[in-house]
């Protein structure tokens, strides 16, 4: 039975990716801020279904011998680190503690696997903000960085960590260059989710707008639960590389709010507002990727296209606050 390791196991991607291991037959073990353990209702509510069958351990990623004595515990096969500051807004707001737990973070992994399990596998969680200011549509491996972010600033480092790591070191570490993905775990303040949670709390009569930036911003929305099929297919090949994971269909924010509120009986005209606080010093305005490379070499295709997406999203919701 192999065994994994997740770091951010309680996201949106840590839940899914545990969820796709478990059905695999892995041994599956996360890390966990100790705060987790202890309010497990609130903190762990994404990996609820399967709680009884994860090994989870309480370690920060701001402290490298907290993470080496998991590391050294559970000896993995592979290891995915997914945690971080995820949220592109909030980097700007504290560029200094985004910059610790993204790049400060992912050196301690890497050297934690480097000293202690030098053959396991090691996936980087990239990201298509990486890209930020394109001079490429579509954007794939060889698409020139230019974030736009510290939250784009910290994953490029993050990238070339773990390129230099498998340089320099000979280990196995691919990095995904993920687009957006989404799904009802999603967290409430990326703009899909807090789209799809408005609608449904608009039509229970509980809100009547939604604050929102800029609409035209545009970016490739695929499904989570595809996505992290493809993380651990990047772990089964003959040497590490890096692929883009993207569906290659652009869509902007005002579309996903059209469709949300359609979905819903509603018309997003008359209940979304322009909110200044939710424009961003420095913005990301297309992401389009082109995911050929992940086609051929791992055989992955999405299966969830962004109509089907929205659809998801508001059902969920809709279900959700029509309990409440
Ligand atoms: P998410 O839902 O925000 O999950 C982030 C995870 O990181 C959570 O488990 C969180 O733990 C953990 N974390 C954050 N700060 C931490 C800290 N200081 N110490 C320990 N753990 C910490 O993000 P996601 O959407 O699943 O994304 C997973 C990874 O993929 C992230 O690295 C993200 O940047 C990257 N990515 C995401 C997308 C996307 O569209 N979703 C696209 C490209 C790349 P708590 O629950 O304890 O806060
Ligand atoms: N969050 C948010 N809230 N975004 C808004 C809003 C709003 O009220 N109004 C407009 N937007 C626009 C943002 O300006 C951005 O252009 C777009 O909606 C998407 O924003 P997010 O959903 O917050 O995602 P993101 O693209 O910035 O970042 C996500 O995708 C990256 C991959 O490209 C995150 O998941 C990152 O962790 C991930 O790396």
Redesign the pocket.
Known sequence: MKRALITGITGQDGSYLADHLLDLGYEVHGIVRRVALEDSAHRLVRLAGNLDKLHLHAASLESFPSLFSVVSEVQPDELYHLAAQ????YSFDDSFSTFRTNIDGTHFMLECARRLVPSCKFYFAG???MFGHADEVPQNENTRFYPRSP?GIS?VTGFDLSRNYREAYDMYVSSGI???HESPRRGF????R?ITSHVARIKNGELNEL?????E?K?DWGFAGDYVRAMHLMLQQETPEDFVVATGKTHS?REFCQLAFEFAGLNYEDYVIKDPR?Y?PA??HL?LGDASKSKKKLGWEPTIGFEELVEMMVKHDLDLHSHH
């Not at 995820?86 to 807004?89: L, T």
């Not at 303040?189 to 899909?192: A, H, I, K, N």
């Open positions: 995820s949220f592109v807004s990201s298509s903000e939250y994953k993920l687009f957006n303040e990326f703009v899909t807090k604050p929102l930036g800029n609409l911003a970016r924010v939710f961003r913005e990301v992401l």
